[in-house]
């Protein structure tokens, strides 16, 4: 069946620093991958997505790029900040016609000042 | 846009009693919601997914008689913890697709709710 495995956290960085996580999924055909964030006492929120082979999604700074041939979805950041402290869950849908996202373990990320 | 509102945020409640959550869409017709449940410093575990007008779809492992899920509306869906005991503390969160048209297509998530039974 369809799943995602992240990097083990957490993740304790300073500020202005280069983050990346890790992400890799399994799944038959072409699922889309997506990044959703957490904010503490938050509920999820959509970070970024891409529904194909080489998209790459791109929001507030972050870039994720679809790679089929490594099966990874792999989080970036060229200078994080400390608002970006959080929870970041990486997730994929089939491309059945259920809809149901499939999400990795989550990495807690830490920006220190 | 595409708002879901999840309802109580956070609930105490004592060994034996049933809680209710519930998720409305506020500014859009529902069709699915995905019932979610968050482990401590883990992921999102699906555990159903309900269907206005029909039974929900519960995923393997998920007891059906003691999380009965209800999709009375295109706007509300229930899940209601029956009998709950403290292993069922958790935090549960819904979740439902976004209209098609909509610029953010996607899922948009309620807030969670974090149930305690003590």
């Known amino acids: 069946g369809n799943s995602v495995t992240q990097m083990e956290g957490p993740v304790t960085l300073s500020e202005e620093a280069f983050l990346t996580i890790n992400c890799t999924y399994t799944?038959?055909?072409?699922?889309?991958l997506f990044w959703y964030v957490q904010y503490p006492g938050e509920g999820l929120q959509l970070l970024l997505k891409?529904?194909?082979?080489?998209d790459k999604g791109s929001n507030k700074g972050f870039e994720a790029t679809y790679r089929k041939e490594t099966t990874s979805f792999h989080l970036e950041k060229g200078s994080v900040q400390v608002s970006d402290s959080a929870v970041y869950f990486c997730?994929?849908?089939?491309?059945?016609?259920?809809?149901?996202?499939?999400f990795g373990q989550g990495t807690t990320l830490q920006v220190k000042p | 846009g595409a708002v879901v509102s999840q309802h109580p945020s956070r609930v105490i409640c004592k060994s034996g009693t049933s809680v209710k959550i519930e998720c409305r869409s506020l500014?859009?017709?529902?069709?699915?919601m995905f019932w979610y449940r968050q482990f401590p410093k883990k992921s999102l575990m699906l555990m159903a997914t309900?269907?206005?007008?029909?039974?929900?779809?519960?995923e393997q492992g998920v007891e059906k008689d003691k999380f009965l899920i209800n999709h009375a509306s295109l706007t509300l869906s229930t899940l209601t913890v029956t009998s709950a005991h403290p292993e069922d503390s958790s935090f549960y969160i819904c979740?439902?697709?976004?209209?098609?048209?909509?610029?953010?297509?996607?899922?948009?998530f309620g807030s969670g709710t974090r149930l305690t039974v003590v």
């Open positions: 799944a038959t055909g072409y699922p889309s």
């Open positions: 891409a529904t194909k082979a080489d």
């Open positions: 997730a994929l849908r089939g491309n059945s016609n259920t809809g149901k996202l499939i």
């Open positions: 979740s439902a697709p976004r209209p098609r048209d909509s610029s953010n297509y996607g899922y948009t």
């Open positions: 309900s269907n206005e007008g029909s039974k929900a779809t519960y």
């Open positions: 500014d859009f017709q529902a069709t699915t």
